[in-house]
Nanobody
Framework: QVQLVESGGGLVQPGNSLRLSCAAS????????MAWFRQAPGKERDFVAA????????YYTDSVKGRFTISRDNAKNTVYLQMNSLKPDDTAVYYC????????????????WGQGTQVTVSS
């Protein structure tokens, strides 16, 4: 089992930045690819970004490329999502997810999930 706890969400004005963190516990963190997903009200939970086990590979959905950066610190068992130039369309609950070994972009391929953190972008 892997336990995931997100933090760092909040209310921010358009154009500003936030950094989300996800702390993992329970297993060897470097054995897991990590990802961020988000779910807006009334919508599906969608892929945002993913990072491989040692951070060598990253993937992003098109709408966040150039604005968001996913990173990880295996010594701290933590994955981050730096979000810059935020837009109202980025408003959602953001979820951290983990899957053993290889990176993936599909929600169904991730076995472990955090409880989510709310990000609201509004003036």
């Amino acid at each position: 089992q892997v336990q995931l706890v997100e933090s760092g969400g909040g209310l921010v004005q358009p154009g500003n930045s936030l950094r989300l963190s996800c702390a993992a516990s329970g297993r060897t963190f470097s054995n897991y690819a990590m990802a961020w997903f988000r779910q807006a009200p009334g919508k599906e939970r969608d892929f945002v970004a993913a990072i491989s086990r040692i951070g060598r590979s990253t993937y992003y959905t098109d709408s966040v490329k150039g604005r968001f950066t996913i990173s990880r610190d295996n010594a701290k068992n933590t994955v981050y999502l730096q979000m810059n130039s935020l837009k109202p369309d980025d408003t959602a609950v953001y979820y951290c997810a983990a899957r053993e070994w290889d990176i993936a972009g599909s929600r169904d391929e991730y076995s472990y999930w955090g409880q989510g953190t709310q990000v609201t972008v509004s003036s």
